[in-house]
């Protein structure tokens, strides 16, 4: 009888155990998810402010520049538009990258221009900035893959049922272009 | 921590039995009282000034309005750190000492610090810096920091204890036998056997402390490296920054004793934490450096082998 009633208390300990554990995972999926988008804005909201301070020195440049603070504004209409539109942010994320690198690559042409105060440390805020977000997607979606993987597992497997436990998808490219070795034209032009 | 107020515990009562068993009355057990609370007060403070302490032991300095380039990288790359480990940004320090090192103090994610030498900034590329960093975090995020630093503390406590007590012993050491002379006769060879063995811990206890701190230190370190390893996806920048740390060898004369299990390298230098085997490994307080660095390599290749990248254009090669 005694015997019986601990068994019960045990399992009743686990399950609660169990639970706590899934719900605890799936805020913090939902945590880092919206770290990323913390990071996107810093980066929207840094670009016009880091363009202005090299403008100057990199006048020669300014169709680079100016495709940055496009590709930025876009992205901020984008991101304004709303949660339906998750393919049309990253693609405009994306497009806003791949700006910033060729910004970078064009900065590396000019060696005197590193020298500048200003212009060196943008390249530092620009990676760092790139860094963030990229290390915000691996922190996302090592957070998802502990998740699912908690949910699938056996014994939790039982009670992800109660504790609304959902599969939830690990942020991936979508666009194929995106996997390409990216072309880098040095030609004057 | 536990440990720690139930070993001074059992110091203070032992030295009541022994007084009741020499005075062969009852007296109300204030030693082991005192002694339990001193210790508790001594492991509450440890743990509340303990970063403090071994900060400014160090004589750093904190950075917190980056002004040149190195201190706006290590600032930034500290905070992609951060996000990649999933904590709070740590508040960093940084220690005018030209020889390469790092450590990690504090209680918990939410209030953790790390510190770098200014040698260390100088010699590591971004990447590097990166890997040292992640290295640091991941102590921070396995609460290591929380258990070192408090025994780094405590460590200087308990000698302090050692020497007062000392003293007291060399004055009172005639308190013992001073009533119940006749009865102290029957109880004569225990109480001798018991006042040798209390005597004797006191000067284990020191010993304890340190054994403690350095019991699990090496394990620990090969796990933050893992975790540094997992928070870059770039071992091979951990075993370059590593290289480079190692062959700058110099001691570091800021980081004193207490704190050398918190570093990433040992700070003073010692040969024995070269070697394998159950005595370095109980004694050291790192893992030796060969070691490290090709566990971060194998890791490194086996993600090469999976990405299915070619060997000769590598770090390996």
């Known amino acids: ?189 | 921590m536990i440990g720690f107020v139930l070993f001074f515990a059992w110091l203070g009562f032992g030295g009541d039995y022994i007084w009741a068993l020499s005075n062969n009355h009852h007296p109300f057990p204030w030693l082991g009282i005192v002694l339990t609370a001193a210790a508790i007060v001594t492991a509450w403070y440890a743990y509340k000034t303990g970063p403090e302490k071994v900060l400014w032991a160090t004589g750093a300095h904190e950075l917190i309005d980056p002004q040149t380039d190195a201190e706006r990288q290590v600032a930034n790359v500290v905070d992609e750190m951060a996000i990649a480990a999933g904590v709070p940004r740590p508040r960093i320090w940084i220690v005018p000492d030209p020889d390469p090192n790092a450590f990690a103090t504090g209680h918990d994610p939410r209030d953790s610090h790390i510190a770098v030498t200014e040698g260390l900034l100088k010699i590591c590329n971004r990447d590097e810096l990166q890997a040292v960093i992640g290295h640091e975090l991941g102590h921070v995020k396995n609460l290591d920091v929380r258990l070192m630093t408090t025994l780094a503390a405590l460590v200087g406590a308990v000698l302090l204890v050692r020497d007062g007590m000392g003293r007291m012993m060399g004055r009172g050491g005639r308190l013992p036998g001073r009533s119940g002379g006749r009865r102290a006769k029957d109880a004569g060879p225990l109480l001798a056997i018991l006042l040798a063995l209390w005597v004797i811990s006191w000067i284990i206890a020191p010993l304890v402390t340190q054994l403690l701190a350095m019991a699990v230190s090496r394990r620990r370190e090969y796990l933050a490296d893992a975790m540094s390893a997992q928070f870059t996806r770039n071992p091979l920048a951990l075993a370059s920054a590593l290289e480079k740390i190692e062959s700058a060898a110099a001691p570091t004369e800021s980081i004193k004793r207490g704190a050398a299990h918190l570093c990433i390298c040992d700070p003073l230098g010692r040969r024995l934490t070269n070697r394998e085997g159950w005595l370095a490994d109980t004694f050291a307080t790192h893992p030796p450096m060969g070691m490290r660095i090709s566990r971060l390599k194998g890791m490194g290749y086996a993600q090469l082998k999976k990405e299915g990248g070619s060997f000769t254009n590598s770090a390996l090669a």
């Open chain 1, 1 to 189: 009888m005694w015997v019986l009633l601990v068994l019960v208390v045990i399992v009743g300990l686990w399950i609660v155990s169990a639970y706590n554990g899934l719900v605890s995972l799936k805020n913090q999926t939902a945590n880092a998810f919206k770290q990323i988008d913390v990071q996107l804005k810093r980066r929207h909201d840094l670009i016009p402010n880091l363009v202005n301070a090299v403008k100057g020195a990199m006048d020669f440049e300014r169709s680079t520049l100016e495709a940055v603070i496009q590709a930025r504004n876009q992205a901020v209409k984008v991101n304004a538009s709303g949660p339906e539109g998750i393919k049309q942010i990253s693609q405009a994320e994306n497009a806003l990258s791949g700006a910033l690198s060729r910004l970078l690559v064009t900065v590396e042409r000019y060696p005197d221009l590193k020298a500048t105060g200003n212009v060196g440390q943008l390249q530092e805020e620009l990676t760092s900035t790139e860094n963030r977000i990229a290390f915000a997607r691996q922190l996302y979606n090592d957070t998802a893959t502990q998740y699912n993987t908690k949910q699938q597992q056996f014994p939790t497997t039982l009670v992800a049922g109660l504790a609304h436990a959902e599969r939830t998808d690990l942020w991936e490219i979508e666009d194929q272009a995106e996997r390409a070795v990216p072309q880098v034209d040095l030609s004057r032009r």
